[in-house]
């Protein structure tokens, strides 16, 4: 049996409470079973029950979405915080998160929104599509970023009319996600999406296996490529753990990976690890630590690496990678200057720098 690409309307489901919708990508198999094709678990779902991310459920042999437009969170973020600092720096992101994920991580920041069941979950709100755009558009945010859980998954169908509708209002598209995507998803979702954001955990198989609960770190890596082949721009993030992913050897492979196979232009976020969840007894991460995986993806190549979660470190700005101009000073998600020429040149050496969109400022916050 070939596999449904549903991406063509919104579909209620039969059977299903009335806010649920047909699921974008599944396909049927014998005794009413399905496959789900979001993530590459590829749950096969028996009638009744539902994948491992708890968003899909079986019904009589077709797979619906429960959680179509239930969102648990809306906010206006700078771009910076997702972090995007490449992309239209200094800009407002309309930021949208659900409940749910497809990855089970102990030491998750979002786990009361990201572990949960989105069927048992206190404080839910509808947006539907058009809501979203309208919201997004209203507001003055430059683009909606399908973020703070895994919204990219586990409401695919969602985030596909969400995306579909924005474009046709001018309204960007972020994906702030784990990148743990099926090939299916990575096809249908590449044409829609502007920018993403996805989280290199760690570079090995072990990391994803025990701390994720996730089959290998190569679906990640895939989607990260997939991404950047097909023109979506991409920066990556690595938050860096104390004795479980910060070993130097580690991460100069991913240094080298990121120069070899992603480019060397492309943005890295090393982020300081605090703790949650089921990490909370782990200390944070020392802040030399976080500079050191700095320091090692520069000499490795990378061009544009920056700190996380280090509010004041150096590793916040954009610096000329030919001259070492200062660029852009942030300070935490604010850009406090843009300095940067038409067309994103050094005003120094004149080198391009792989920045798209025009910096402004938005100035300091008082919160
Ligand atoms: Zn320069």
Excluded at 108 to 115: A, D, L, P, T
Excluded at 150 to 171: C, D, F, M, Q, Y
Excluded at 178 to 194: C, F, H, M, Q, V
Excluded at 236 to 247: A, H
């Amino acid at each position: 049996m070939s596999p449904i690409v549903d991406d063509s309307m919104i579909e209620p489901c039969p059977e299903g409470r009335e806010d649920w919708v047909i699921a974008a990508l599944q396909e049927p198999l014998e005794d009413g079973k399905v496959k789900c094709l979001a993530c590459p678990r590829y749950c096969v779902i028996p009638e009744g029950k539902r994948g491992a991310c708890r968003s899909k459920i079986n019904l009589n042999g077709r797979l619906c979405e429960v959680n179509f437009g239930k969102v648990s969170s809306v906010a206006m973020d700078p771009i910076e915080k997702k972090p995007l600092f490449h992309y239209y720096p200094g800009s407002w992101a309309y930021s949208i998160g659900t409940v749910g994920c497809n990855l089970m991580c102990e030491h998750c920041q979002n786990w009361e929104i990201s572990q949960s069941d989105p069927l048992d979950f206190p404080w839910l709100q509808t947006l539907m599509p058009e809501e979203a755009v309208n919201g997004a558009k209203r507001a003055g945010a430059l683009s909606i970023a399908f973020t703070y859980n895994e919204p990219t998954i586990v409401n695919l169908k969602w985030v596909v009319e969400t995306s579909k509708l924005a474009k046709k209002e001018g309204i960007k598209t972020l994906s702030i996600t784990n990148g743990y995507w099926s090939k299916e998803t990575r096809e249908l979702l590449a044409p829609l999406i502007d920018a993403a954001n996805v989280d290199v955990k760690a570079f090995t198989d072990e990391f994803y296996r025990e701390v994720c609960k996730a089959s290998s770190l190569k679906p990640v890596l895939e989607t990260v490529l997939h991404l950047k082949k097909s023109g979506v721009h991409v920066e990556l993030t690595y938050l860096v753990i104390p004795g479980l992913n910060d070993g130097e050897d580690e991460i100069r492979s991913f240094a080298r990976w990121v120069v070899e196979e992603v480019g060397s232009d492309t943005p890295v976020h090393f982020s300081r690890f605090y703790p949650h969840y089921k990490m909370r007894d782990r200390p944070p991460t020392p802040i030399e630590t976080v500079d050191r995986a700095r320091e090692i993806a520069i000499e490795e190549g990378v061009k544009y690496v920056y700190t996380g979660n280090v509010l004041g470190d150096p590793g916040e700005n954009t610096y000329c990678p030919s001259c070492g101009e200062l660029l852009i000073k942030r300070y935490g998600f604010d850009v406090l200057k843009c300095n940067l020429l038409e067309g994103n040149t050094c005003p120094k050496c004149g080198e391009p720098i792989a920045i798209i969109g025009r910096c402004t400022t938005r100035g300091w916050r008082f919160l």
